[in-house]
């Protein structure tokens, strides 16, 4: 296992790209791994590509069909996305994605274990977030369970390690720590419901967190809006 290289879930928003940074600084070799899985934009897809050119790393698209659940404002388009006004800091909002990250990460792994990658980077947060279930650490935690117990790499010795850099800090300690690992935001797309430009709404929760977060590190938003 060669442990100096890394898998980075890339969704071209602020999370992932600040991970893309931090790997990179910390020496690992990175593919960059998107999935077009039929969300609301294809924005994210093409700001995940930016972002992989940007920082010369390896990016794949995977494909699925998550969309096929629909159930969610991010898959079904006969579903509104909600505004931050409506947002409750209790609910689990209609823009969860069923059992997404946990998608996400199987087959990261597969990719892992296949090329012999020994980390795989996903932008998990628990602090400034929408509530959803898969970006907590105790789920991340359990997924690496998992993770050992499923690989015929981890029952031989070679673990593959789940690496969550940025999971207990705030949007604004996040945008710091890209802005030191040289993090271009400009080009990264946060919103639900970006048009084809990748021009935010700035009325979902997410334009919300993404514009509290440039506040608070004291930054200049660098965010393209439609209005």
Do not use: W
């Not at 929760?205 to 506040?215: L, P, T």
Request: hydrophobic fraction near 40%; charged fraction near 20%.
């Amino acid at each position: 296992m060669i442990m100096k290289r890394a898998i980075i879930l890339s969704s071209g928003g602020i999370d992932s790209t600040t991970c893309i940074a931090y790997a990179k600084n910390q020496g690992y070799t990175c593919l960059s791994l998107s999935f077009d899985y039929g969300q609301r934009h294809r924005s994210e897809l093409d700001a995940a590509k930016k972002v992989a050119a940007y920082f010369n790393v390896e990016h794949h698209i995977f494909k699925i069909d998550i969309d096929q659940y629909r159930g969610s404002a991010l898959t079904d388009t006969n579903i509104d996305v909600p505004t931050a006004a409506s947002y409750s800091k209790t609910d689990i909002p209609m823009t969860y994605v069923p059992a997404r990250n946990t998608i996400f990460l199987s087959i990261a792994l597969g990719f892992a274990e296949v090329y012999k990658i020994g980390h795989i980077f996903i932008g998990a947060n628990a602090i400034d977030y929408s509530n959803y279930p898969d970006c907590r650490p105790e789920y991340i935690q359990a997924f690496q369970a998992m993770a050992n117990l499923a690989t015929k790499a981890a029952i031989q010795g070679e673990k593959v390690v789940i690496e969550t850099p940025i999971i207990d800090l705030t949007k604004a300690q996040i945008i710091e720590l890209g802005m030191k690992n040289g993090v271009d935001y400009s080009m990264t797309v946060s919103c639900y419901q970006a048009d084809e430009l990748g021009r935010a709404c700035h009325d979902c929760h997410s334009c919300a967190i993404r514009k509290k977060g440039f506040e608070e590190a004291g930054v200049s938003d660098p965010t393209h809006y439609v209005k």
